[in-house]
Every structure is written in C-alpha cells, then in structure tokens.
C-alpha cells in the first residue's frame, strides 16, 4: 500500500490507523511525503524503517532509533550523557505512529514515548562508520604549505589549515614564531594541552643533553614512530628549531600509511602479519621500564582502514611474543616494511628554519633525521591523541 502527499494527505499525515504493532507480520507500508522539492520515502517493516533521501535511502532499526532519543528524558544536553537503562527498552520496540514534520521525523513508540529526530541528522548517519576526511598519501615528493603565525593565532581558518594538514597528510608547519621554548608552548596550547609524560611537558634537546636517548646525539636518527613502548603513545610530537649552528640535520618523514599500502601491495601476507603480529617495545631509563606489546600496523576497529603505525628499530625488546616458527616470517615482513620505509624515494627531506614549528601524526607519520656537524637547538613536546582529536572534533564534527 503507497500513499502519497496530494490534496487528501497534508505533511502531517500519520501512520498511527495503519500499523499494526501487535502484530509481528504485518504487511509493508510505505509513506511518501513531498517537502522543499525532495519525495522523502518512510518504508515501514518489522524490526526497521527505511527512510529515503532524495534518491539514496537508509534502514534504521527500532532498537537503535530508540536507543538515539534525545529528549529530555532520555539525554541530557547539559552533561551530554545518556539518562536511560538500555535494558528498559524491549528488542522488540515497535513504533504505532511516524510522521515527517518540518524536516523532522516524529515517532510515538507502543508504550507511548514520543521521539523526533531531525532528518538531516539522520542522513548523515552511515553503516558502517566511514571516514569523514580524505586521507592523502605521499612520499618525497609532498609540498606542504607553512602556515603564518600570525593567521593561525589570530584567524580561525588558520587554526583549521593546520588540523586539516594534519589530518590529511599527517604533519604541518606554522614558521615565524619567536625562538623560546615558552613561545613553542603559546603555539601548541592554542591547540590542544600539552601531554605531561616521563620526559615532562615542554623540553629542549641539545647535543649535550644528559637525557638517555639517541635523539640527544648528532647521528642520523632512521624514521621512527615514538611512544611504541606504550599503550596509548602520545598523538603528535611537536619540534621547534630554536637554534642551528653547523650543517646537516635534516628533517626526515615518511608516511606510515603510504608504506604500509606499498607492504600490502608487494606481499599481503606479510602486510596481514604485520596487523595481527603483536611485538614488544620498551624504553629503560633509571626507574623506569616502559613496555608494550602491539602490532606495528594497526587497523580501525569499525572502518578496518589504516589507523595506527608503531614503527620503531631502535626500542624494540626481543621477538618473543610469537610462536617459534612464525619468527623466521615475521622478519621478513618487518624486514619489508623497513626497505620501504628507509628508501629515500619514500622520504621527504626537510630543512627545518630557526622559528619553525612543525606538528606531527606520531599515530601515522614516522620521523627521523640526516646526521649533522655542529650544534642545534630543539624544542618541542606531545600532544595527547585524544586531546587532538577533541579539537579536531570542533572543525569537523563528523570524523570518527
């Protein structure tokens, strides 16, 4: 049975005499309503409603159309939480009434509950969850964009230039600000927190720094992810050239992403033993002893696209968390990943200015440096990725 908005049925036209909600079987109703231009399709069934926009539709089903009430009693906008017990509501929820309203979709449940939801919002709901951003892969040969100071403190595209950098190519640069560590701070807090970890919050690494670890000496660092040692590493790491007195030093990325595509593309097995392959990681320093143990590419949980890279030669324990006979295979796929990684037509190579302040996706973008005489300066930290994200969440409120 169809029925549709003419001179008989106005906007408000409700399903209420129509469905039969006692009944499981009931037969398939359709409701067309003309609004603004665009026939905008309710398809009732059994355990779900189709509801067509323009010319694509989607199925949401009762339990989770109920579950997603926003009225008062049900959510509260003041806390942002949700007020109810999932287990007050039955799997077998059924609406007796449905009708669009000024671009909302209305529902009165069987136990009389009224629900509305705005049906742009609905159109924007995906199953399965995507991702809102295009991610953009690249090697040597990327041109990024520096950002002003001025228009990324002042302007607020400019805070938005950079997030999308980041987001899209996993690394921006903001150039002129004022060489101090407390200059570099004022940068990176008009983005997020600054991450208080063992290294502390802000720091500075001079070539004669007392801190055990490699990034204090003047050799050539390989590309690295940081933070591999622990269960949640920090989001972005943050350099800011304060000082350069010598030759050399240049700034090395690779786009984890990219290399891990070039590791599927050459050998799946080795790309699929690379995500399921667990191996320890840790740092050791006095006190302390950092360690985890996690795949060297891991995959969305929801979207199964690339999310994470834990990539670091240098910090990694011995191979003892597979079974003996997967290890020979293990090292080649490890092997595999790091002639990708390491081959320099995969690198971009960047001089980094005095007043230079780059951001960087340690969750996909490994970094590392030439060898370099003379002495330099650098400040920098980390960012949180849950911080990060929260802000990126402000700009692009769909991203997942």
């Given at each position: ?31 067309a309503l003309l609004k603004m231009e665009n ?241 320890e990681s840790h740092f050791i320093d006095k ?114």
């Amino acid at each position: 049975m169809i029925m549709k908005a003419t001179n008989n049925y106005n906007n408000n036209t409700t399903l209420s005499s129509l469905l039969r909600t006692s009944k499981v079987h009931s037969p398939k109703l359709t409701l067309a309503l003309l609004k603004m231009e665009n026939l905008e399709t309710v398809q009732v069934e059994d355990e779900w409603l189709y509801v067509k926009f323009g010319e694509h539709g989607r199925r949401f089903y009762y339990l989770w159309l109920r579950d997603n009430c926003k009225c008062e009693k049900c959510y509260s906008t003041f806390y942002n939480q949700i007020l109810f017990n999932i287990l007050d509501i039955p799997s077998d929820i059924k609406p007796i009434s449905c009708e669009i309203v000024k671009d909302k979709l209305l529902i009165i449940w069987m136990d009389k509950h009224k629900t509305e939801y705005e049906m742009k919002w609905l159109e924007s709901i995906t199953f399965p969850l995507k991702h809102a951003l295009k991610t953009i892969l690249w090697d040597r040969k990327v041109v990024p964009k520096k950002i002003p100071l001025e228009f990324y403190l002042n302007d607020k595209d400019g805070l938005k230039s950079l997030i999308s950098a980041v987001t899209t190519y996993g690394f921006g640069i903001v150039t002129g600000v004022q060489n101090t560590l407390e200059a570099t701070e004022s940068v990176v807090r008009h983005l997020a927190s600054v991450q208080k970890t063992y290294f502390g919050e802000m720091w500075k690494v001079t070539t004669d720094s007392s801190c055990n670890d490699t990034s204090t000496t003047n050799v050539a660092l390989l590309p690295h992810n940081d933070n591999t040692y622990w269960s949640n590493a920090a989001g972005l790491q943050v350099f800011h050239l304060l000082n350069r007195n010598g030759e050399g030093g240049h700034t090395i990325l690779v786009d984890g992403f990219n290399i891990a595509e070039k590791v599927r593309k050459r050998n799946v097995d080795s790309f699929n033993l690379l995500c399921n392959s667990a191996i320890e990681s840790h740092f050791i320093d006095k006190d302390q002893h950092y360690f985890c143990t996690d795949p060297v590419i891991k995959l969305h949980s929801a979207t199964k696209q690339l999310h994470q890279i834990r990539f670091n030669v240098y910090d990694r324990s011995p191979l003892v968390s597979l079974p003996e006979g997967d290890i020979p295979r293990y090292y080649e796929a490890y092997k595999l990943f790091a002639s990708e990684a390491f081959d320099r037509e995969n690198q971009y190579e960047i001089q980094l200015e005095p007043g230079d302040v780059i951001f960087i996706d340690n969750w996909r973008v490994l970094h590392g440096r030439r060898e370099f005489m003379g002495t330099r300066e650098l400040g920098g930290c980390y960012v949180s990725r849950d911080d990060y994200l929260s802000r990126v969440k402000q700009f692009y409120p769909t991203i997942n």
